[in-house]
């Protein structure tokens, strides 16, 4: 199994930043990506962002393209992001994702809150 821990999350004010880190452990195998993904209540759960390990390239979200910047250390099976210039609608729950070749794994979730 592969467990992802997060760190990071927390309550900022609008304009503000924020840097979620989370680290995958556990009994890895080819990860294939890992990205972000968030909820808020009562909507689904939409990809954040997205860095491929097998084959490169990022992929964002429309909402936060020019905001939010994904980043790994593959040494480290750890995965980044970067969120700038927040707003009150990035308020969500974000779960850091990993896509391996045994399947896809969820962190527990961390709390991003934008309020003044």
């Known amino acids: 199994q592969v467990q992802l821990v997060e760190s990071g999350g927390g309550l900022v004010q609008p304009g503000g930043s924020l840097r979620l880190s989370c680290e995958a452990s556990?009994?890895?195998?080819?990860?294939?990506?890992m990205g972000w993904y968030r909820q808020a209540p009562g909507k689904e759960r939409e990809l954040v962002a997205l860095i491929s390990r097998r084959y490169g390239g990022t992929a964002y979200a429309d909402s936060v393209k020019g905001r939010f910047t994904i980043s790994s250390d593959n040494a480290k099976n750890t995965v980044y992001l970067q969120m700038n210039s927040l707003k009150p609608e990035d308020t969500a729950v974000y779960y850091c994702y990993t896509n391996t070749i045994a399947g896809v794994y969820w962190g527990q979730g961390t709390q991003v809150t934008v309020s003044s």
């Open positions: 556990g009994s890895i195998v080819s990860i294939n990506a």
